[in-house]
């Protein structure tokens, strides 16, 4: 099993650009989560999908962030317009219906100058 | 909701010392609590877990963790520590009914062994 894919692993892109950031889940989970991680805030869940409808967006910071997944095994996060305080790393997880254990992708550390 | 606390930011210890991490957590729900590691530059892994059952809760690399619920903690602990522990642990909770099992993490603890 390959586990989480996510890419790009790093992105440093402009304030104000367009950031695309993807992943993969594990074959045959049901459940996605997109986390982001700073030394201010620690690890914050953003939104999580559940058999690909989104469930809870709460944890988005803004109308800047979207996420998508458009099938089982594809989730996107976009920022547009990118700001320097977007700077962290974005964690992808996912999890199988009935179980309790999140499978972390290796994430992508996002710079925006 | 729940909410996480780990107290301490860093320890440091030297190799070969054990070594206690402590958690403790708020809600107003039965729980499920895990703990995570994080080695440098990659993604989180499943130390331990615990559902229910026996509350001392024996996880992968020596790691364990006891679960009180009258003090609402979930401390992890391991009796010797090797320099490859060198990683930042993470205590997250999730209510046991909360759709989707939302995790909410505490702050971390950054675990350095010195030789």
């Known amino acids: 099993d390959a586990g989480v894919i996510q890419s790009p692993r790093h992105e440093v892109t402009e304030m104000g650009q367009e950031v695309t950031l993807r992943c993969k889940p594990i074959?045959?989970?049901?459940?996605l989560f997109w986390y982001r991680q700073t030394m201010m805030r620690g690890l914050e869940l953003l939104i999580y999908?559940?058999?690909?409808?989104?469930?809870?967006d709460s944890g988005m910071p803004e109308d800047r962030f979207s996420a998508k997944m458009p099938n089982a095994s594809f989730s996107t996060l976009k920022i547009q317009p990118s700001e320097p305080r977007d700077s962290a790393v974005y964690f992808c997880?996912?999890?199988?219906?009935?179980?309790?254990?999140?499978?972390f992708g290796p994430g992508t550390r996002l710079t925006v100058l | 909701a729940q909410s996480v606390t780990q107290l301490d930011s860093q320890v440091p210890v030297f190799e070969e010392a054990p070594v206690e991490l402590r958690c403790n957590y708020s809600s107003s729900v039965s729980v499920y609590l895990f703990w995570y590691v994080q080695y440098p530059n990659q993604g989180l892994q499943l130390l331990l877990k615990?559902?229910?059952?026996?509350?001392l809760v024996k996880g992968i690399n020596g790691f364990e963790a006891e679960f009180n619920k009258s003090q609402t903690s979930f401390h992890l602990r391991k009796p010797s520590v090797h320099i490859s522990d060198t990683a930042e642990y993470f205590c997250?909770?999730?209510?046991?009914?909360?759709?989707?099992?939302?995790?909410?993490f505490g702050g971390g603890t950054r675990v350095l062994v010195k030789p």
């Open positions: 997250a909770v999730a209510g046991e009914k909360a759709a989707g099992n939302k995790l909410t």
């Open positions: 074959s045959g989970h049901n459940s």
């Open positions: 997880a996912s999890r199988r219906t009935g179980e309790n254990e999140q499978f």
């Open positions: 615990y559902l229910s059952g026996s509350t």
């Open positions: 999908f559940n058999n690909n409808v989104p469930i809870d």
